[in-house]
């Protein structure tokens, strides 16, 4: 009796066992801690909302900071209030990230980069059949091709560095970067883009030790939620209300930890972890913790997919018939 009730809790305990021990040994990249103090830390969008929380948290904990803006004033009020807060000088560069020659002088200014953060951003969510191709291209190149810009600029002086540790190149993508969403064609596409670029960035970079990270936040209030919204769709609203809305600080802080920990994929929230599980495809994943899980939940995660679908097509419907009464 007490031989066969071992024989079924081995039957139970096994396989997972088993099968985390082959995760543990088969991720790739390995874990790793990348520092902030004493390190250069640059961050593009740094001026305003999540990239402004973030370059307040990396000077709290001891970077050295520059931000990249185009915007000179808001540039200066950003230094102002980092410098009061935390008694940290931050550098300021002023130029858009659509130029790449600008980019490119303000990166050699500013000196060898260890953690570059790709924030920039423009979001304009509107009707693919009322927006314009020039709105559509705006996003598309502010978002991706800035970020190339920005990256292409860095990429040699972050190989060059002599510090012997890790270095980090992250990005501000969205959960609207893993799911389309109604309204978001040319934003979502410019997201999923960057998704693409950092798949294969990092099996570039990885030979020098650079870890790449993509954030995923929710909506998040900062300023350029707030001008989103006066424009916003109500179905674009409605879903993206699937996930909860956070705070700059709070993105800061989750973004910071995971590039910190080398973590390719960096959720946000409760949603975005799950939304993290769903659409984990053939992403790098360092820890053999979050394989298991991904693992595990994803026919689990399927389902629920499929049920926020069933959900927001559902709004989409309710909405057409109510339009044509
Ligand atoms: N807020 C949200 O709900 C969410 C935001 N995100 C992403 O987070 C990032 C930051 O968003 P958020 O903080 O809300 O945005 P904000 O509008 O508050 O700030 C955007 C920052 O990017 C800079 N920027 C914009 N265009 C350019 C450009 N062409 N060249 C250089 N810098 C530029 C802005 O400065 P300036 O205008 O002076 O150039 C500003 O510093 C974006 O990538 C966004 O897509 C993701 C999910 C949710
Ligand atoms: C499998 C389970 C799925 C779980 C939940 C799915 C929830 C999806 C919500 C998507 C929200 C997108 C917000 C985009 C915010 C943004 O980027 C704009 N504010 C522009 O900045």
């Known amino acids: 009796m007490a031989d066969s009730n071992l024989g079924y809790l081995s039957l139970l305990v096994l396989p997972p066992l088993v099968l985390l021990l082959l995760l543990y040994a088969i991720v790739k990249p390995r874990p790793v801690r990348i520092p902030i103090k004493n390190r250069h830390v640059f961050i593009t969008g740094g001026s305003s909302g999540i990239g402004l929380a973030l370059a307040h948290q990396a000077a709290r904990e001891g970077a050295r900071v520059s931000i990249l803006a185009r915007d000179k004033r808001k540039l200066e009020e950003a230094k102002e209030t980092i410098l009061l807060s935390t008694g940290i000088d931050v550098a300021v560069f002023a130029a858009d990230v659509r130029d790449a020659d600008a980019v490119r002088k303000a990166v050699d200014e500013a000196g060898a980069i260890d953690v570059l953060v790709c924030n920039q951003g423009v979001f304009v969510p509107r009707e693919l059949e009322k927006q314009e191709l020039d709105e559509v291209r705006f996003m598309l190149d502010v978002n991706l091709m800035g970020s190339f810009n920005v990256v292409k600029a ?172």
């Not at 979502?188 to 870890?211: P, Y």
Request: proline letters at 5%; a positive charge.
């Open 154 to 325: 860095a990429l040699s002086g972050m190989k060059n560095r002599t510090d012997g540790f890790p270095a980090a190149i992250a990005f501000m993508s969205s959960q609207a970067g893993q799911v389309g969403i109604y309204g978001y064609a040319a934003y979502s596409a410019s997201k999923f883009g960057i998704r693409g670029f950092a798949e294969a960035l990092q099996h570039e970079v990885i030979g020098d030790n650079i870890r790449v990270s993509l954030i995923f936040p929710p909506d998040t209030e900062t300023p350029g939620l707030e001008q989103e919204n006066k424009t916003k769709p109500q179905l674009t609203s409605i879903i993206a209300g699937s996930s909860g809305a956070m705070k700059a600080d709070e993105v800061a802080k989750k973004a910071l930890s995971g590039i910190k920990t080398g973590n390719f994929i960096v959720p946000c929230n409760f949603e975005g972890r799950l939304l993290a599980i769903a659409t984990a495809g053939l992403s790098p994943q360092p820890s053999f913790l979050m394989a298991f899980v991904e693992v595990v939940g994803a026919s689990l995660l399927r389902i629920a997919a499929l049920c926020f679908q069933w959900n927001w097509y559902g709004c989409i419907e309710k909405w057409h018939a109510q339009k044509k009464q």
